[in-house]
């Protein structure tokens, strides 16, 4: 999860578990560190082979854009294959399209409301308990 908001990231991972998704969530609050993570040391991707992946992806974030972080993964030959989820209050079709365009595997605006928001994240847990993630190559 990539998110720099404190309280959105504890409520998305609050929801996910009332899902019964219990796997592990790794929060990122910036794209460096999380790029760090995806690509590793040497920036290749490789040491996420084997490893299976979902990234929940805020488009604003302190240090770089959520599209630039996007392009990076799609382009990756490791990596290419990971969902992402884009997880962000931006709402413009413009934005979403091009988040599509970039590779991007979902698009989910986060509700402004407390309530609104939770059902979102509790509905996007309960598609990811059914939905099959690819094992990167």
Not at 17 to 36: E, Q, Y
């Amino acid at each position: 999860m990539i998110e720099d908001d404190e309280g959105h990231a504890r409520l998305i991972e609050k929801n996910i578990r009332r899902a019964a998704i219990n796997n592990d969530i790794l929060a990122f609050v910036d794209g460096a560190s999380a790029l760090k993570f995806l690509l590793g040391e040497d920036g290749s991707g490789k040491v996420n082979i084997g490893r299976q992946l979902l990234v929940l992806l805020d488009l604003n974030l302190p240090d770089m854009s959520g599209m630039d972080i996007l392009g990076r993964i799609k382009t990756n030959e490791h990596l290419k294959c990971v969902p992402v989820v884009v997880l962000t209050t931006t709402d413009d079709a413009v934005e979403i399209r091009r988040c599509y365009d970039h590779g991007a595997n979902f698009y989910v605006t986060k509700p402004v409301s407390y309530e609104g928001f939770a059902n979102a994240i509790r509905q996007l847990g309960l598609f990811f308990s059914v939905v099959q993630i690819p094992e990167t190559t």
